[in-house]
């Protein structure tokens, strides 16, 4: 295990001829420094090849140290702030939301009536186009009125003309019961009866 310069630009190659994967170390003495090694661990038949990226913690400053670690958390950070900003912006909109609909509403309320107005001007104007283009009958007040009863000698109605005698007024000469009878037997004078005539004296031989 060999420890040399920090130069990345070049990717080695460990003892098993691969191209060794660039790692970082999890260790309490190296906290986040990166190494190159072979991708395969000794368990599984690796090399073992070992080269430190980054230098020793002991050679880098406290400032080198918080810089780094600002810089590791910043894009988190980031991303936080991106994630309220965003959320700020839903809430927003949801507002919006909410306020134009309600508008909408209000809107389609007022274009009903503007409607129901529009076509109740529409029925009025065409009644009048009718009533124009259609002949009007003659008026009393423009036409000469015909006669009437009370100032001109108007030709005798039957309500005013005698009516003809009707039957059941008139003396019927059909009926027994208005004509005069004639004189009943028993109401006139009986001419003198053979039996009240005295007879003549007969003869005896």
């Known amino acids: 295990m060999s420890q040399s310069s920090v130069n990345i630009e070049e990717v080695d190659v460990c003892k098993c001829g691969y191209y060794c994967q660039l790692k970082t170390s999890r260790t309490p003495l190296n906290p986040g420094r990166r190494f190159f090694g072979c991708k395969a661990s000794k368990e599984n038949g690796g090399c073992g090849y070992f080269r430190w990226i980054d230098p020793s913690l002991e050679k880098v400053d406290e400032s080198s140290l918080m810089n780094r ?5 910043n894009p988190i950070d980031r991303l936080k702030r991106k994630v309220k900003e965003l959320e700020e912006e839903r809430d927003s909109l949801k507002f919006q939301l909410n306020e134009n ?4 509403m209000v809107l389609n309320k ?17 009644r009048v186009v009718i009533k124009s283009d259609s002949p009007s009958p003659p008026r ?13 000698p108007s030709s005798p109605m039957l309500t005013s003309t005698p009516s ?4 059941t007024a008139s003396p ?5 019961t208005a004509s005069p ?3 009943k037997l ?16 007969t003869l005896v031989r």
């Open 186 to 201: 028993t109401a006139s004078p009986s001419s003198p009866r053979p039996t009240s005539t005295p007879s003549p004296p």
């Open 172 to 176: 019927s000469p059909l009926r027994s």
């Open 101 to 104: 609909e309600e508008k909408m």
């Open 164 to 167: 003809p005698p009707r039957l």
């Open 140 to 152: 009393l007040s423009s036409t000469p009125s015909p006669p009437r009863l009370s100032s001109t």
């Open 181 to 183: 009878s004639p004189p």
């Open 110 to 126: 007022k274009l009903k009536e503007v409607k129901l107005q529009r076509d109740w001007e529409n029925v009025k104007f065409n």
């Open 69 to 73: 670690f600002i810089d590791g958390h």
